[in-house]
């Protein structure tokens, strides 16, 4: 009745139509954003903790936004992902992450493997045709894991016989498969079995408190143990200082990432540091 109808305006806040505002204009920008280019990947150095090698990188989304300066994609993936338009964006960040890839083993002759993030919403995508990625890989001859998808625990809740089998395709094609932010979702170890995985990421909750002898170490190496039983291997991420980069290396943890290393920084930066410096 009449009183319901002036409650229901009276939800309606000024910060809400703020709110609805910010987001309309999100979308618009975002929009314009893909038709005029204005992503870019940086990319962060995966670091081989027994060898103090580098031969991994995670691209990671920035948005070039003409007023708004480098715009970090904690502001704009969840609505890229509420509207779909992740779909274009995550084809875009495939095919750059593989340009680059391939650009990167023609100047150099180095394979550097990059990982990239999936949305869930990708997955689900009717369109998402894996044939037009697999193309791309045959014609950059890009077939030897030169790529790693990144997926997170939710995902693995979904329709699981998809999941495999779009992850067995991978397989098929040479892109190996990393589990992002690993100890953080609704994981059952059950899913380890079940799909073929070929990294646990542990998260950096787990890293930030590190200590010897504390519980999050203990989790650490229990993670690192069981992931080297079922053949996958580790790449702790957010490791900023040695101690914890010494602590997972004794731990038997493959592979670190963090600002210790590096922060994500723009392709030809990545380049001069750990391309060409390693090969001096
Ligand atoms: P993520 O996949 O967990 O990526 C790691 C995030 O941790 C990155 O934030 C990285 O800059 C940050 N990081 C790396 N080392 C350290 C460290 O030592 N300390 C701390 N405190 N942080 C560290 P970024 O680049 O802001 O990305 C945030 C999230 O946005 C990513 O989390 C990922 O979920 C999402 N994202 C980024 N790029 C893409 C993309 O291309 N597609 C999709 N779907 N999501 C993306
Ligand atoms: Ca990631
Ligand atoms: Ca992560
Ligand atoms: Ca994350």
Not at 57 to 78: D, M, Q, T
Not at 148 to 170: F, K, R
Not at 190 to 196: D, I, M, N, T
Not at 221 to 238: C, F, R, S, W, Y
Request: one cysteine or more.
């Amino acid at each position: 009745a009449k009183g319901e109808g002036r409650n229901r305006f009276h939800y309606f806040t000024p910060s809400m139509q703020r709110y609805a505002k910010h987001r309309m204009r999100l979308i618009q920008d975002l929009r314009h954003a893909i038709i005029h280019q204005e992503f870019e990947l940086y990319y962060q150095p995966i670091i081989c903790l027994q060898h103090d090698t580098c031969l991994k990188a995670e691209a990671l989304i920035r948005w070039r936004h003409p007023k708004r300066g480098l715009v970090s994609p904690i502001e704009f993936i969840a609505v890229a992902e509420e509207t779909g338009l992740i779909i274009e964006i995550g084809n875009w960040v495939f095919q750059q992450a593989a340009r680059q890839s391939a650009l990167w083993r023609d100047r150099f002759g180095v394979e550097v493997q990059i990982s990239i993030n999936k949305s869930p919403v990708q997955f689900r995508d009717e369109g998402d045709s894996f044939e037009s990625w697999a193309a791309l890989l045959k014609s950059l001859k890009l077939t030897n894991n030169n790529i790693c998808v990144e997926i997170t625990e939710g995902l693995l809740l979904d329709n699981s016989q998809t999941i495999s089998s779009t992850l067995a395709t991978y397989r098929e094609s040479g892109i190996q498969v990393s589990l992002d932010d690993f100890g953080t979702g609704y994981s059952s170890l059950a899913y380890l079995k079940k799909f073929e995985i070929d990294y646990l990421k542990i998260d950096q909750s787990f890293t930030r408190n590190l200590d010897s002898n504390g519980n999050d170490f203990t989790l650490c190496e229990a993670i690192i143990v069981m992931a080297h039983k079922l053949g996958m291997q580790v790449i702790a991420e957010g490791v900023e200082t040695e101690y914890q980069r010494q602590l997972l290396a004794d731990a038997g943890c493959d592979f670190g990432q963090g600002y210790l290393f590096s922060k994500p920084v723009p392709a030809e930066e990545f380049e001069q540091a750990f391309i060409i410096k390693a090969k001096e």
